[in-house]
């Protein structure tokens, strides 16, 4: 048996914005402009929650523009 953690498959929104290091309000805020990484919908009316897989969000954070790079 390993001793490795499990990592999810799936993240909530709170901990969705902690793996990118941002707060939940910004992801929130991305997601009802359309800004951010791709979500799922969980779930369906007002019991319905966002979800992100890990496989989105590092693919998200691959597609960003590269900032600085400087001497």
Do not use: F, N
């Not at 969980?42 to 319905?48: F, I, N, Q, S, V």
């Amino acid at each position: 048996m390993s001793d490795s953690p499990v990592r999810p498959r799936a993240y909530s929104t709170t901990d969705a914005a902690k793996y990118l290091g941002v707060s939940r309000h910004t992801l929130e805020a991305w997601r009802v402009q359309g800004r951010g990484p791709s979500y799922r919908r969980l779930g369906t009316g007002r019991a319905a929650r966002a979800m992100y897989l890990v496989e989105d969000l590092d693919a998200w954070i691959d597609s960003l523009e590269a900032v600085g790079g400087g001497r």
